[in-house]
């Protein structure tokens, strides 16, 4: 097979090293979004790169119309003694990678990848048994592939390899750096980052990202070995070799099989294409196509065993007996995680579509309600590259909320919202003195839907509480926020307003379960339920 093992193509293989055998091959449905653009924008990870190469400003792009002449230039640009190179193409046989940024001096290498992932005084990347913390992993894997390939290209040279992360415990030195790295599209419809030509010394003065050798960590990621003994190494040579051979990795049924990109939607099977997914199954399994009908442990929501359950033949959820859910009460009102994993199994094996509701316990928790309803849901962000002056790197902004009523009498009101439109401009204080005016006018209860809102608020309270240049209405501010908020968990002085926000999904895991959600709580589910289940009347 004449297809490269690119960087990317080896990420999936950590995932799953039987995808690379779908990934080339046209006839299987991929479900992984192709919008560079927009993951791009919610990742930040194209303007941190570019904040990056401002760091060297002595750098050189490789340039090139094709892979090949990429890698003759980079070659070519090598011979220097010293020389600073933006996505360098390296290959060796049919390996192939592009380097963020690569350093040479003399016969030193400097391997440098850029990544959007945050780190502070506070990362550990080990474990305290000295393993690569498994959130580490696919980014350590990543870089030692990269070293890997580079090594055998350049072999009389000495490596050394780096994350470059964002370092949240930074602080920006100057307004409105955010806005001088613009995600574009160029007129080949490529996304790009456009970097201002205002960007200053001072911009650059302090570093918001940070160089973290990793050549050890690399070392014991090679040597890592699987519950069968064979090391990281030694899986990566046999399945980069089947790639090469165009043989598929025998497939492993585990956990991530619940979200494989390979699996086929109604209009994919419509244009004749094939599932992976199913095929991977048919082969590990023997499943045919009735066996894909009934619910698995895959399905089974916040099941912490799913690869222990799949490695012992214990798939399908009708197969399931209380005692392999070592079902047992929290304390609290209405449903445990393991009663409700339970009632979902429950469901399955009664062939019993109809919702359950803890009526009592609902009714008693609506009894303590305090009309009129208040409903509020934010829109947020966390960039890598701050707006303001003093900020760090991944402090949480909100921008936008709208906030809807409901009275005694049923009637829904869409109450007031804020947006910020202004570029550059930190929308902080607006945005909480906005809601405060929203909801002091009487004592309605304030409801949300998992811990996003709360979790915000709790962003800007710490932002209030250290501002150089605090507003005159700081303290009216504090007090309103913990007045409607919980603390963190772990916080040294815990609270919890008199006026809390109810979670409803909290309410949702209690009380209330439906058949048709699958075991998820997303409100993406368990709202279209409820209104499928609901007599509407005209």
Not at 110 to 126: N, R, Y
Not at 233 to 253: A, D, H, V
Not at 485 to 514: A, I, Q
Request: aromatic share 10%.
């Amino acid at each position: 097979m004449s297809s490269k093992l690119t960087k990317s193509k080896f990420k999936l293989a950590i995932e799953c090293p039987t995808k690379l055998y779908y990934v080339d091959n046209d006839i299987y449905a991929n479900q992984m979004t192709d919008d560079a653009f927009l993951k791009a924008l919610a990742e930040g990870g194209m303007q941190v790169e570019a904040l990056a190469r401002c760091y060297y400003p002595e750098g050189k792009y490789v340039t090139a119309r094709t892979n090949d002449e990429s890698v003759a230039n980079t070659r070519k640009m090598l011979i220097e003694d010293s020389v600073t190179l933006f996505e360098a193409a390296i290959q060796h046989q049919n390996y192939f990678i592009r380097a963020d940024i690569l350093i040479k001096n003399q016969n030193h290498l400097k391997l440098i990848e850029v990544k959007a992932k945050s780190i502070g005084k506070d990362t550990t990347i080990e474990t305290k048994k000295k393993d690569i913390n498994a959130k580490w992993k696919p980014y350590i894997a990543d870089v030692a592939y990269q070293k890997w390939v580079l090594q055998k290209a350049y072999p009389n040279h000495r490596i050394s390899a780096y994350l470059m992360l964002v370092d949240k415990d930074s602080l920006c030195p100057t307004d409105g750096l955010n806005t001088k790295f613009i995600l574009k599209k160029d007129k080949a419809g490529k996304v790009i980052v456009e970097t201002s030509e205002l960007l200053t010394a001072a911009d650059l003065s302090t570093r918001l990202l940070k160089e973290l050798n990793i050549d050890n960590y690399i070392e014991k990621i090679w040597n890592e070995r699987d519950d069968e003994g064979v090391t990281f190494k030694e899986r990566f040579q046999t399945f980069s070799q089947l790639y090469f051979e165009g043989k598929k990795y025998k497939p492993i049924p585990k956990k991530e099989c619940g979200t494989c990109q390979f699996k086929t939607d109604l209009k994919d099977e419509q244009r004749g294409l094939k599932s992976g997914f199913k095929e991977c199954w048919q082969e590990a399994l023997h499943y045919t196509d009735m066996d894909f009908i009934d619910p698995t442990v895959l399905d089974l929501w916040f099941f912490l065993k799913k690869d222990q359950y799949l490695k012992d033949g214990l798939i399908k959820l009708k197969d399931f007996s209380e005692e392999d859910l070592a079902i047992k009460k929290d304390g609290d009102l209405g449903l445990s995680r393991t009663e409700r994993q339970w009632k979902q199994v429950e469901k399955i094996k009664n062939n019993d579509n109809e919702i359950w509701i803890d009526t009592q316990n609902l009714r008693d928790e609506i009894a303590s309600w305090t009309y009129p309803l208040h409903f509020i849901d934010f829109e947020t962000a966390m960039l890598p590259i701050p707006f303001k002056k003093g900020e760090h790197p991944y402090q949480g902004i909100a921008f936008q909320f709208s906030h809807h009523t409901l009275d005694e009498n049923g009637q829904v009101t869409h109450a007031g919202d804020y947006l910020n439109t202004e570029p550059g401009i930190d929308p902080t204080l607006d945005f909480i003195r906005a809601l405060k005016i929203e909801l002091e006018n009487d004592n309605g209860t304030i409801f949300r839907y998992s811990d996003h809102e709360n979790t915000y608020l709790n962003f800007i309270l710490s932002q209030l509480e250290v501002m150089p240049e605090p507003p005159t209405d700081q303290k009216a501010l504090i007090i309103f926020i913990k007045t409607i908020t919980k603390s963190p968990r772990k916080h040294k002085h815990p609270w919890e307003g008199n006026r809390c926000m109810v979670d409803l999904l909290e309410l949702v895991k209690k009380f209330y379960f439906d058949p048709l959600t699958n075991g998820s709580n997303s409100i993406k589910k368990v709202f279209p339920s409820i209104l499928q289940r609901s007599k509407l009347e005209v």
